[in-house]
């Protein structure tokens, strides 16, 4: 399988192939993200809740983000790879965020990488990075970088100013150089506005039908993180209770000593070895 590029993704959009985008986090899930097909595959922030077990994505530092990519890439190499820009690693400055992001694609080998925020307040780190030749997406609607100022993480653009006020942001993420958005938690309405006038590929979590393609994170849609799930997601399995069941019956097994047995999970030695062994041992007196 080639790996896609941005060229790519414009000729999805431009012949309506919806774009298929999941995260992964480890080499394992990269390698099965990459069977599959999936298009491209987000190294999300997100990790610090599904993977490190933090109640938000706050954090997460560069160097999670970097090994973590590193892993993945391991995985998929063949599969177009995001990762997520860490809180406070682009914030302070553009000259910071080219570094970051430039730490994110030579160390962590991702394809682009992904911030938070609208064009409003964007503009110049995307226009800064995208100028040093890497590929920049941004991430509007609710931002978990920014759960403080939004009240948790709640859905955005609900009433009919707010929702305007996405639509212009998202044009001047798309005006800063950003090859792609993201648009998270809106209502579907706010996603297809935001898609028709886009030139750029516009994908979805939580923002309905209408976007150029979907994102879901794979322990959502696997059912493997269960502290909460929202709404937008659709479980296509629940490999928590098939682990957990199989981790309850392993743990029973060794307490009744059903597990292991010697004929079928040990190693074995030829009969005249055996009787050797014994001998040495009682010679040697060990």
């Known amino acids: ?27 394992l899930t990269a390698k099965m993200v990459e ?9 999300g922030d997100s990790l610090g809740m599904v993977v490190l077990g933090y109640e938000t994505t706050i954090p997460v530092t560069l160097e999670d ?10 995985g998929a190499p063949n599969t177009f790879i995001v990762g997520d820009m860490t809180y406070m690693s682009y914030q302070v400055s553009d000259e910071q965020a080219v570094e970051s992001a ?18 409003t307040r964007m503009a110049s780190r995307i226009k800064a990075i995208n100028e040093s030749g890497i590929l920049v997406m941004g991430h509007i609607g609710l931002t978990p970088q920014s759960m403080g100022q939004q009240g948790g993480y709640k859905a955005q653009g609900r009433n009919s100013q707010a929702a305007v006020n996405i639509v212009k942001e998202a044009k001047r993420l ?10 998270e938690a809106v209502p579907s309405m706010v996603g297809k506005a935001i898609t028709e006038r886009a030139g750029i590929p516009i994908l979805g979590i939580g923002a309905g039908s209408y976007t150029h393609g979907q994102l879901l994170i794979f322990a ?9 799930t929202p709404k937008f997601v659709k479980q296509y399995a629940n490999v928590n ?13 060794v307490k009744d000593k059903s597990f292991p047995i010697d004929s ?23």
């Open 264 to 286: 079928e999970h040990t190693y074995k030695m030829k009969d005249e070895e055996v009787q050797d062994f014994l001998g040495l041992l009682e010679k040697e007196d060990i």
């Open 65 to 74: 983000m970097i090994r973590h990519c590193q892993a993945v890439r391991r």
């Open 35 to 43: 069977k599959a097909g999936i298009d491209m595959i987000l190294v």
């Open 174 to 183: 798309e005006e800063a150089g950003a090859f792609s958005i993201l648009v």
């Open 220 to 228: 959502d849609m696997v059912g493997l993180y269960d502290n909460f």
């Open 1 to 27: 399988m080639a790996k896609k590029s941005i060229h790519d993704f414009h000729k999805m959009v431009a012949e309506k192939e919806p774009i298929t985008y999941l995260t992964a986090y480890d080499y």
């Open 102 to 119: 430039g730490r994110m694609v030579k160390e962590g080998l991702c394809d682009a990488v992904k911030l938070e925020g609208g064009g």
């Open 241 to 253: 209770e098939v682990i957990s069941k199989a981790f309850k019956q392993y743990h029973q097994d």
